[in-house]
């Protein structure tokens, strides 16, 4: 008995610091808590061009993470892509003329949603719409657009030169 | 059964034969897992002999893995400006990868072998037949609880290494180079997700217990009845089931991360 004894309280703590172990890395290094902090409330928001937007995305309001994006799918009728994002109850005073647009983090980051609010004094509630929305930039037509007005005006020139 | 038995200790099967007997056993010893927990001390023992005692050497290599790369990554970030992103680089790269990996190949190292050379060694000195010959059946008694606790120990064992390569990279960046630990910890949690990177490392940590601890059972099992035998069995333990773990790793890798 003596010997299976320290055997089982061994392989006990064994066991027991590799769920601990599970417990530190969901806790400490993962989404996990932000996941199911409480309950939340859904709104929708239509956007034209969701860009690299991803299911899981960071919404933000004054750069504090107040909620995340649960869905995105395409409006079969508008054409437009419709994105849900749940908030957090806790944040239940954001004003219904409030704005969504779709935000990078630095030049090359993640993209989010960042919401700017407005001055209404109704509050956004849960099936709510955003109905200003400004849609992702995307860095290539900003760059392809820069490109093309150089080119055509240094062609211009050149042209004008001979 | 005596004819199987019989046959594999004469000669030891290659190639596709070998492979197809592996997974006619693999089913038998799977199908004694139900049996094998009715004995939970006979278990027990093999998740200490299996696991606890391989705990010092993941840990040691969890601590120095993680201090390695935070070395390393600090200094390469440091030219990008990008040292913020040390802590979800660190993590991701144990739970996805370093975690089930190294810990299944050492522990191929430190109890696959053992495994492999205690059974060629029981098949050697004919306690496997001894066990036959009194009606006992060696696969229900011999093999299959240490394959199940080979199975339980391997997820531990990882879980174990990526929180303490964890602590090891938090010792480097946040101690060493004064990084602020608010950043370290704060980046993985909006970054490192629970479901993608931290339950598909586990997924293929238990994957590898399986294909490690089957290899091990039987290669150990099917050795010849000879000290060259029980030689080729841990060398052949080793071998496969590193390369097997690498491959399999490739081929989880590419199934579980396509779109993340």
């Known amino acids: 008995m003596r010997r299976t004894f320290g055997l089982e309280i061994g392989t006990g703590l064994f066991v027991l610091l590799g769920i601990g172990a599970l417990f530190f890395l969901a806790i400490e290094t993962t989404n996990m808590n932000s996941l199911n902090t409480g309950s939340t409330y859904a709104v929708h928001a239509e956007f034209s061009d969701v860009g690299g937007l991803k299911q899981g995305a960071a919404v933000s309001l004054a750069g504090v993470r107040i909620g995340r994006v649960t869905s995105i799918t395409l409006d079969p009728k508008s054409l437009e892509a419709e994105v849900t994002l749940r908030i957090e109850d806790r944040f239940n005073q954001i004003p219904t003329d409030s704005s969504a647009s779709i935000q990078t983090k630095g030049l090359l980051g993640d993209q989010y949603i960042g919401i700017s609010p407005g001055g209404s004094l109704k509050s956004l509630k849960n099936g709510d719409t955003i109905h200003f929305t400004q849609s992702a930039i995307v860095l290539e037509n900003l760059i392809s657009q820069f490109m093309f007005n150089k080119a055509s005006s240094s062609g211009g020139k050149s042209n004008g030169n001979q | ?260």
């Open chain 2, 1 to 260: 059964m005596a004819a199987s038995t019989r046959s594999t200790t004469r000669r030891s099967r290659t190639g596709l034969a070998a492979f197809g007997a592996a997974w006619i056993f693999f089913a038998r010893v799977v199908s004694l897992f139900p049996r094998a927990c009715m004995r939970p001390l006979l278990v027990t023992e093999q998740v200490y002999a299996l696991g606890n005692r391989t705990v010092p050497l993941v840990g040691f290599s969890g601590f120095f893995i993680g201090l390695v790369m935070a070395l390393q990554l600090y200094g390469v970030l440091g030219r990008f400006g990008a040292t913020v992103t040390l802590g979800p680089i660190v993590a991701i790269t144990l739970m996805r990868e370093l975690g089930p990996v190294i810990s299944a190949l050492l522990y191929t190292g430190r109890a696959g072998t053992a495994l492999a050379s205690e059974i060629g060694l029981m098949r050697a000195t004919e306690q496997l037949s001894a066990m036959e010959m009194m009606a006992i059946d060696p696969v229900r008694r011999v093999i299959a609880p240490r394959f199940a606790g080979g199975v339980i120990a391997v997820p531990l064992l990882a879980l174990i290494f990526s929180m303490i390569g964890m602590l090891g990279a938090w010792l480097v960046a946040v101690v060493m180079m004064g990084m602020d630990p608010n950043v370290f910890w704060g980046q993985m949690l909006s970054s490192v997700k629970f479901y993608d990177d931290l339950v598909n490392g586990i997924i293929k940590s238990i994957v590898f217990g399986f294909c490690v601890n089957l290899i091990a059972v039987y290669e150990g099992f099917h050795a010849l009845s000879s000290p060259g035998g029980v030689a080729r069995a841990t060398t052949r333990t080793v071998v496969i089931a590193s390369i097997a773990v690498l491959a399999l790793d490739f081929l989880l890798t590419a199934y579980m991360f396509r779109g993340v």
